[in-house]
């Protein structure tokens, strides 16, 4: 282990930033307690002259915690579910993915 594995380990244990979830591995059933840093913020996007501003969910999670996160796996933050989409991002040592995620709609 390095010292960024440990800062990136304090910063998600800190309770003031990292939150308790459960990580749902597409396909498989079985959910991992995981600590995650959230995000909801709005992203504006440009389309010819039209600038369309839109909510957005995004988790960062430790690559110690999730290996391998992909398209269709699925976050249970505060009672809601999220689903990744999209390619999860990993930082530039590869200690933190960024999931881009939608909220599950429950029939």
Do not use: C
């Not at 440009?46 to 699925?74: H, M, Y």
């Amino acid at each position: 282990m390095t010292i960024f594995h440990d800062a990136i380990d304090d910063i998600f244990d800190d309770e003031n930033v990292g939150e308790a979830a459960l990580y749902f591995p597409a396909g498989q059933g079985q959910a991992n307690a995981v600590r995650v840093i959230a995000a909801q913020p709005d992203v504006v996007t440009e389309f010819s002259d039209t600038r369309l501003a839109r909510a957005t969910s995004r988790f960062e999670v430790r690559a110690s915690e999730v290996a391998a996160p992909r398209a269709g796996d699925a976050i249970e933050f505060k009672g809601q579910r999220y689903i990744v989409q999209g390619a999860p991002q990993a930082d530039a040592d590869r200690l933190v993915w960024t999931l881009d995620t939608y909220p599950e709609t429950r029939a």
